[in-house]
T-cell receptor, first 112, second 112 residues
Framework: TQLLEQSPQFLSIQEGENLTVYCNSS?????LQWYRQEPGEGPVLLVT?????EVKKLKRLTFQFGDARKDSSLHITAAQPGDTGLYLC????????????FGKGTKLSVIP | DTAVSQTPKYLVTQMGNDKSIKCEQN?????MYWYKQDSKKFLKIMFS???????INETVPNRFSPKSPDKAHLNLHINSLELGDSAVYFC???????????FGPGTRLTVL
């Protein structure tokens, strides 16, 4: 079983600040996904990264997949209260594996 | 339009009872999943159901039994409920195995 370690577990910041959350593993993944989950709702896919070193941007969110495809980061610029939520990374190991393994998430609170 | 829907949203029941949670997707997807999210927000796959083939996670007790009357529905039946079954259960679907998964809003099960 591949283990995805997310850090930090909790993060509380003021509106307008920048932040980075991390997703690390000792395993190599064929792809890695980031989800955001708001209270009382299911996770919603933000992005999928596939290629080592890949960087994807979604407005103020920047996602990076590590060169060795073992880790990923999510950077948020000028955080807003609407960014509040649980950020989950999930990965498939590849080699025909369809199963998603999730990290335990980073709970982000952006204070107005 | 709700892509993946679950009923009920909340379910409170006594230990030892049998209960079912229903899931429907209107996306025309071939694959559906059940996940369990515990109190620490850890999301873990329970079952995958692809084109009438059920893929069982070995760590799931056999008190849990998914049933798929057709491709658009995957229900979860739980026998002899235990306190440890209290969690939020999410249904998800994807076009095919390994493709992007879309999650339902979750069912919060509380066993007293």
């Amino acid at each position: 079983t591949q283990l995805l370690e997310q850090s930090p577990q909790f993060l509380s910041i003021q509106e307008g600040e920048n932040l980075t959350v991390y997703c690390n593993s000792s395993s190599v993944f064929s792809s890695l996904q980031w989800y955001r989950q708001e209270p009382g709702e299911g996770p919603v896919l933000l992005v999928t990264v596939v290629t080592g070193g890949e960087v994807k941007k979604l407005k103020r969110l920047t996602f990076q997949f590590g060169d060795a495809r073992k880790d990923s980061s999510l950077h948020i610029t000028a955080a807003q209260p609407g960014d509040t939520g649980l950020y989950l990374c999930a990965a498939q190991s590849g080699a025909g594996s369809y199963q998603l393994t999730f990290g335990k998430g980073t709970k982000l609170s952006v204070i107005p | 339009d709700t892509a993946v829907s679950q009923t009920p949203k909340y379910l409170v029941t006594q230990m030892g009872n049998d209960k079912s949670i229903k899931c429907e997707q209107n996306l025309g997807h071939d694959t559906m999943y059940w996940y369990k999210q515990d109190s620490k927000k850890f999301l873990k796959i329970m079952f995958s159901y692809n084109n009438k083939e059920l893929i069982i996670n070995e760590t799931v007790p056999n008190r849990f039994s998914p049933k798929s009357p057709d491709k658009a529905h995957l229900n979860l039946h739980i026998n002899s409920l235990e306190l440890g079954d209290s969690a939020v259960y999410f249904c998800a679907s994807s076009q095919v195995l390994g493709d992007t998964q879309y999650f339902g809003p979750g069912t919060r099960l509380t066993v007293l």
